[in-house]
């Protein structure tokens, strides 16, 4: 995400976004670079405040996935949790 980079890399004076055709039979433009688990009216600031998008409209606002892992030599046969019981992880 967008906030990612700026903790991650705060040394850095700039971060690059890339303004993406989503599809050949759409009209919309997807931000490359820029997905952020921000409200929508933070969105809509930060995206208000890039040169040239400052009138744009958003169709569909970011939104961020968080992903976890499990380490498959904790589990039984039946995907049970060996550690907490009845726990399954499928």
């Known amino acids: ?3 990612d980079k700026l903790v991650r890399f705060a040394d850095k004076e700039r971060h690059q976004i890339f303004l993406e055709p ?3 039979s759409l009209d919309t433009t997807y931000v490359q670079g820029f997905s952020t688990s921000m409200p929508h009216d933070v969105q809509e600031e930060m995206l208000h405040s890039l040169p040239g998008l400052e009138n744009c409209v958003i169709e569909k606002y970011a939104y961020a996935i968080e992903y976890d892992a499990i380490d498959p030599l904790q589990c039984k046969p039946t995907l049970e949790n060996k550690i907490i019981e009845n726990l399954y992880t499928a």
């Open 22 to 24: 989503e599809s050949e």
């Open 1 to 3: 995400s967008i906030e």
